[in-house]
């Protein structure tokens, strides 16, 4: 009954995405979970989702059932179900691994356990009695999101400022489409504004609104601002058309309209965001996509799984090469490069080094930097009582709270850059944090 009503609610207007499972595969791969009491899959989830719970309601067709157990822990656990690195978190964690099986495909149950509900315009939750707290949320990202919805069902007003055309920060801008497409990502931020959740687009914080006017306006803030960009590497010929900031080029083709037939393309960089650019390069039909990384692939940040997809997808890895300049009469012709390798320091310390006369040349049309994010060091410098690391993150205690008392921080701009579920958790314990210190504050003056 739940399977069929939830269902037909998830594809009308034909707005959903694409099924995950069919009932049959979600109902055989549910039943060969084996529901273990101490959810090893639960404990490797960031947000603690009943990993067992859930799958144990869609085995037993309670669909319903199934996307509140999931939504209660993590909000955005649609969007998580395709993003995150189940490999290595829940799905990584899975019994069966120990038994040399195939373990429990999580993230597609997941999604399926939560598409009707999310997607089909089913309103789960209602908010608490209204308390007449309103709080602002900077940044419309997942931690914002997550902050907004908690602090929503909590019975506050919430407004969510962020300085994009569409909100949804990295979900909708920066994941790579083969995972999630753009129109998923609003489809669930629409789900966390039937919560009651105000959000204000293309609306800067210290530029569009003062910090000064949040702080008279709520009664408390909280920061998910993010990243910056990628910054250039300072290499000449880095001006010429066809070099790219890699989540630039993310966010290009979740808009649509990237052809890269005939193309060459170099991806400098090994982490996630250099595999999901040269993964996508590749699938969008380029001639030829190379990752240039100054190590060897043992060193790289890039999750294993995702690394796989990107050699099964035709990528050529050029380990042990640093680039040196970008060549080319007004566009990009080549990348020069230089090998190479690690020499002992006079510490014992193993230092990475130029091999002397080692330059070669990859004849290629396009160039991305994923060498990192800026950190947002200019906005955040600039409020009273916000401290960063030298690093550049947001300094929090373990409640999110920063030295401001009215001003608490979570997701990238406090870990330097995780995972969605990792900025979903920030979000929820944040708030949980404002709601009660709003709510003492509350009976304080009573």
């Known amino acids: 009954m739940h399977q069929t009503a939830v269902t037909t609610a ?3 207007g034909g707005l959903a ?7 049959d595969e979600a109902l055989v791969e549910a039943h060969r979970c084996l529901m273990c009491w101490d959810a090893p899959c639960t404990r490797a989830c960031p947000t603690t989702i009943d990993v067992p719970g859930f799958i144990k309601q869609i085995a037993y067709d309670d669909l319903i059932g199934s996307a509140r157990t999931i939504l209660e822990s993590n909000i955005l656990g649609a969007s998580c179900a395709r993003v995150c690195p189940t490999e290595v978190l829940c799905a990584g964690a899975c019994v069966l691994n120990d038994l040399h099986e195939r373990p429990i495909d999580i993230g597609r149950l997941q999604a399926y356990g939560t598409d009707g509900v999310v997607f089909g315009d089913i309103d789960l939750f209602k908010p608490s009695e209204p308390t007449g707290h309103s709080i602002a949320v900077v940044g419309a990202g997942p931690a914002g999101l997550a902050c907004g919805a908690e602090l929503a069902r909590l019975g506050h007003d919430v407004v969510l400022y962020d300085a994009n055309e569409e909100p949804g920060g990295l979900n909708t801008y920066g994941v790579a489409s083969y995972k999630m497409d753009m129109a998923t990502s609003l489809r669930e931020v629409d789900f966390v504004r039937r919560l009651g959740v105000e959000i204000r687009q293309s609306t800067a914080v210290g530029s569009d609104v003062a910090m000064d006017d949040l702080l008279v306006d709520h009664a408390a803030i909280f920061l998910g601002v993010g990243l910056g960009p990628v910054p250039p590497l300072g290499l000449d010929g880095e001006g010429l058309d066809g070099v790219a900031d890699a989540l630039e080029f993310i966010a290009d083709v979740r808009a649509g309209g990237v ?8 991806v400098i960089g090994g982490g996630n965001t250099a595999i999901d650019a040269v993964t ?16 060897g692939r043992d060193e790289m940040k890039a999750y294993p799984h995702d690394i796989e997809r990107a050699l099964t997808s035709g990528v050529e890895f050029i380990h042990w090469s640093a680039p040196v300049r970008i060549e080319g009469s007004g566009s990009v012709a080549a990348l ?12 014992g310390v193993r230092e990475l080094a130029a091999v002397p006369e080692s330059e070669y040349k990859l004849p290629v049309t396009m160039v991305m930097r994923a060498t990192g994010q800026e950190k947002r060091r200019g906005f955040l410098d600039a409020l009273d009582g916000v401290a960063t690391d030298a690093g550049g993150r947001v300094i ?3 409640n999110f709270r920063t030295g401001n008392p ?20 920030h979000g929820k314990a944040a708030a949980l ?10 009976a304080a003056r009573e």
């Open 336 to 347: 020069v490069c230089e090998r190479t390798a690690y020499s002992g320091g006079g510490n």
């Open 259 to 266: 052809d890269l037939a005939g193309q060459r393309v170099a």
């Open 433 to 442: 944090d404002i709601d009660r210190m709003l709510r003492s504050d509350d």
């Open 10 to 12: 998830a594809n009308a």
């Open 406 to 425: 009215r001003i608490w921080a979570g997701g990238d701009c406090v870990n330097g850059g995780r995972e969605v579920v990792n900025a979903v958790a």
């Open 17 to 23: 995405p694409a099924p995950t499972m069919t009932p």
């Open 280 to 295: 996508q390069a590749a699938r969008l039909g380029a001639e030829r996509v190379y990752l240039v990384y100054r190590r």
């Open 396 to 398: 929090v205690d373990e």
